[in-house]
């Protein structure tokens, strides 16, 4: 990975400070009161402690042992022809096929801390959509984004949300205009390049008023030997009678902590839908929350998670319910293989003041192997007598006659979990475009075959 | 040359209970033999322990195929070598789709074959029709949500698709309309020539319209000869149980 290190142009060192924090700042020209924000964030993050209810498995994470900003150019990059060849070699590396290389090349990619790529960007400019990144956002829109940077996931939210205040870079700022429905889903890949380094993307998206879009992003990563820590912050205001839905497939090298705060906002009819996969990372803390704030609105979040033998995957969802006749669904399914820890954290919240709210919640756990295991840990607050909540979860392990049924049929038995395992989340999977469905059927063969051998 | 499916002195427990004592018989390509007996008296157990279900323990007694031992086979090297198992009632697989499904054994039983989806999708359709099943299954999950008739249907189907050297049977025929009980019968008498049956039918009617070759009273554990034109009285003798 020699070249990528050398190919880096920018890099603020290890350790965080205020020096760190002032050094980002002015790679990025930002304006003073950006700067304020950072450094206020920093001694909220200074302040903050870790939740009690944090998993045993997090590590101990010396955050001056970290790099906090590496880019390998200042200047974003447009065509697939100008991306430089490592970036597509490190694709062919990870194996991603040439059509796919293809698909992600009409799409925004972040390599490193800056985007490698943004092919798309002129065509939905004439729709009037703003696709850019975090930089560009805050200062040649910064209008139309600051009313709403920080304001979902402000950086007292959490620890994570408070490092990624203080040292964002990249991520994408979307705005998409009243009434336009994006018919192209807009799409981010991301990798993590140098050694040591975070990622904290900061994503912002504005779907406006009657507006539709699907937005999505698949991660992959080198495997490296130090851990690597991924903190992004995702925001997104969903606005009178619009949609969004954000798709994640998420597969880190397994040294990868991924600690992400998602959150969005649902005003009146609005509907708002997080279909997040995790597959790779040594642990990944990741609930996407959604507040319904508008009567009506509606919020889903549709969760895959996939955890072999050193892998928690501590996933889920946060609905607050804000308003009347509010309805959400959430449907979590994990799979377990190896010792892998793969569950369900939750929280549904109905307030007082809302009338004829109606949550659905599913948690479904797989578990492959005999030191599998799995959690499933909801907490539901209602209040009110006409709120509808229902809350279902379930612990099932592999089908042995199921099994048999397949190998008669001539699968081995690695096909035979595997498809049964495809099986398993095929509800969920078939909310995914269908490229990455495919992507995502080979991933979970990947793993289930591993395990199985 | 005919291919030859052996069960020599098979003793068979699941969980330490005992099933089956000192099955003999061996069945050849081009026939057809027929087990009957009262319920609860391990015929399923028998079909199953062949096709290798890994809950049955063969204690003692060897299963061959072509002379050779196949006890430590998996269940799927067994099917890849020809051993066909229709279930009673098989296990329903979420989310799997029948077209998926199919198409991936497929893969398993032709490896050297690259099967081509349009081809595959035309095959699967003309089999649908056969078996009296609309195309729409093509995209059911496998067994979901199936009634008992269309169950054995896409069993049935299934016995078309890989035509096996040996097809073991277990109450195919059962919860079938009479017209789907026909198509049970002509693909046995169409398949034959190159494959032998092992039925298990509680049907008299059905087993009367099939030319038997073998037939065997299965009781208390133990594997009796009988003679397939005494079938009615070996029925009646059932009944007397």
Known sequence: ?453 | MHDVLTVEGATLTKDTQSILKDIHFQVQTGEIHAIIGPNGSGKSSLLKSIAGHPSYALTSGTFYLNQQPINEWAPDKRAQNGIFLAFQSPNAIEGVTVANFLRTALRFHKPEQKVNATQFYQDLYALLEQVGLPKDFTSRSVHCNFSGGEQKRLELLQLLLFKPKFALLDELDSGLDLQARETVLQTIRTLQPHTGFIIVSHAMDFLHQLPLTHLYLLQKGRLVTQNPSDLDAVASLIKGL
């Open chain 1, 1 to 453: 990975m020699a070249s990528a290190t050398d190919s880096t142009a920018f890099n603020a060192g290890f350790g965080l400070n205020q020096n760190t924090i002032r050094y980002i700042s002015s790679v990025k020209n930002e304006s003073p009161s950006l700067l304020a924000f950072r450094l206020q964030a920093l001694e909220t993050f200074l302040k903050l402690r870790l939740p009690a209810w944090i998993p045993n498995a997090l590590p101990p994470i010396d955050f001056q042992k970290l790099r906090y900003y590496v880019a390998n150019t200042q200047r974003a990059k447009k065509s697939w022809d100008e991306v430089p060849t490592a970036i597509k070699t490190t694709f062919e590396r990870l194996g991603v096929p040439e059509k796919e290389q293809k698909f992600l090349a009409g799409v925004e990619a972040q390599f490193d801390s800056e985007f490698a790529y943004a092919k798309m960007r002129q065509q939905l400019q004439e729709q009037g959509v703003i696709f850019t990144d975090s930089n560009e956002g805050l200062s040649t829109y910064r209008e139309l984004f600051e009313p709403f940077f920080a304001k979902i996931v402000p950086p007292h939210d959490n620890t994570f949300a408070a490092l990624n205040s203080a040292v964002f870079s990249g991520g994408s700022f979307i705005y998409v205009p009243k009434g336009l429905k994006v018919q192209q889903p807009l799409q981010a890949y991301f990798r993590i390049n140098a050694e040591r380094s975070g990622q904290f993307e900061r994503t912002l998206i504005i779907v406006d008023e009657g507006a539709e879009l699907t937005y999505m992003e698949g991660c992959t990563a080198p495997i490296y030997d130090t851990q690597n820590l991924h903190a992004a912050v995702v925001e997104l205001v969903v606005k009178k009678d619009a949609k969004l839905q954000y798709i994640t497939v998420q597969n880190w090298s397994s040294n990868v902590l991924n600690l992400v705060t998602k959150r969005g906002w649902a005003e009146e009819n609005a509907d708002v839908r997080w279909i997040d996969c995790n597959i790779g990372s040594k642990i990944t803390m990741k609930y996407p929350g959604i507040y319904l704030k508008g009567r009506h609105a509606h919020g889903e979040v549709f969760s895959i998670a996939l955890a072999h033998s050193g892998q928690w995957q501590d996933t889920g969802a946060r609905v607050l319910h804000l308003a009347d006749e509010t309805t959400s669904n959430v449907v979590s399914k994990s799979i377990s293989l190896g010792s892998g820890w793969a569950g369900y954290r939750g929280k549904i919240h109905i307030q007082p003041n809302c009338s004829h709210c109606k949550n659905s919640t599913e948690c479904h756990s797989l578990l492959l192997g005999d030191e599998s295991r799995t959690g499933t840990l909801p907490y539901v607050a209602i209040s009110g007598d006409s709120q509808s909540v229902c809350h279902e979860a379930s612990i099932s392990s592999l089908d042995e006659e199921q099994l048999f049924y397949l190998q008669q049929r001539g699968l081995n038995r690695a096909a035979a979990v595997s498809l049964s395992v495809n099986g398993f989340v095929n509800d969920l999977v078939q909310h995914f475009p269908l490229e990455y469905s495919v992507e995502l059927k080979r991933l979970i063969d990947m793993e289930v075959e591993n395990a199985i051998g």
